[in-house]
C-alpha cells in the first residue's frame, strides 16, 4: 500500500518561503489514476486544500494562494513539492500530502502530516 | 469557489445512537464528495467517497447519500471509536474544499 512522508524545516521566518517535500513509497506519482495534493490545518481549526497536481503537469491552487503556491514533482525520486511564498504567522499549519483519485471527494492515502509555524 | 456548510458543528450521542450530519453545498457538485473522519494528532481517513460508496475496509455502519447540493453522512449504532471529528470535501471545483467539521462527542 502507498505511504507517504512529508519532509522540511519546521521553522520558517516570516516573509520566507517554505518548502516542502513528500515522499511517496509503494507507488508510483507517475500512476496517471492519481493526483497528489497538499493540505493543511492550522491548530485547532478545519481542513483546507492548497492545491493538486497530476504528474502530467495539469496543476490547480487555491485562489486564495494560488499567487504564493507552486508544486512540482520529482518522477525519478518518486516524491513531489509545496512551495508557498512571502509567508505570515497565518500560515503557521499542520501540512499533510496526499493521495487522491477522481472518483468523487477521493483522497485515499494521507502522510502523518509536518507541523511548520512561522515565526522570528 | 464552492462552499461547503456543514452542520452542525457539533454533536453529542451515545454508544449505539445514530447520527447523521449533513453537507450543502453552494452549488451543484454532482456526487463529487467525501466523507472523512480525523482523530486527534492524526490524518483523516476516507470513510465514503463518491457521496454514497464506502472505502474499502470501513464499517458498513458508515453510510453517505446524496447528489446535487444537499449531503449526509449517517453512522449507525455509534461505536467508541466513533467519536472523532468529521469534515465532507467536495471535489467537483479543483482543488476541492472542506466543510467546517462536525465534533462528535460523547454524552
Known amino acids: 500500500q502507498v505511504q507517504l512522508q512529508e519532509s522540511g524545516p519546521g521553522l520558517v521566518k516570516p516573509s520566507q518561503t517554505l518548502s516542502l517535500t513528500c515522499t511517496v513509497s509503494?507507488?508510483?506519482?507517475?500512476?496517471?489514476?492519481?493526483?497528489w495534493s497538499w493540505i493543511r490545518q492550522p491548530a485547532g481549526k478545519g481542513l483546507e486544500c492548497i492545491g493538486r497536481?497530476?504528474?502530467?503537469?495539469?496543476?490547480n491552487y487555491n485562489p486564495s494562494l494560488e499567487r504564493r503556491v507552486t508544486m512540482s514533482g520529482d518522477t525519478s525520486k518518486n516524491q513531489f513539492s509545496l512551495k508557498l511564498t512571502s509567508v505570515t504567522a497565518a500560515d503557521t499549519a499542520v501540512y499533510y500530502c496526499?493521495?487522491?483519485?477522481?472518483?468523487?471527494?477521493?483522497?485515499?492515502?494521507w502522510g502523518q502530516g509536518t507541523l511548520v509555524t512561522v515565526s522570528s | 469557489a464552492i462552499q461547503m456548510t456543514q452542520s452542525p458543528s457539533s454533536l453529542s450521542a451515545s454508544i449505539g445512537d445514530t447520527v447523521t450530519i449533513t453537507c450543502r453545498a453552494s452549488q451543484g457538485i454532482r456526487n463529487d464528495l467525501g466523507w472523512y473522519q480525523q482523530k486527534p494528532g492524526k490524518a483523516p481517513k476516507l470513510l465514503i467517497y463518491a457521496a454514497s460508496s464506502l472505502q474499502s475496509g470501513v464499517p458498513s455502519r458508515f453510510s453517505g447519500s446524496g447528489s446535487g447540493t444537499d449531503f449526509t453522512l449517517t453512522i449507525s449504532s455509534l461505536h467508541p471509536e466513533d467519536f472523532a471529528t468529521y469534515y465532507c470535501l467536495q471535489d467537483y471545483d479543483f482543488p476541492g474544499s472542506f466543510g467546517q467539521g462536525t465534533k462528535l462527542e460523547i454524552k
Open positions: 497536481m497530476y504528474m502530467s503537469g495539469s496543476t
Open positions: 496526499a493521495r487522491g483519485a477522481d472518483n468523487g471527494g477521493s483522497i485515499d492515502s
Open positions: 509503494g507507488g508510483s506519482i507517475s500512476n496517471g489514476s492519481y493526483y
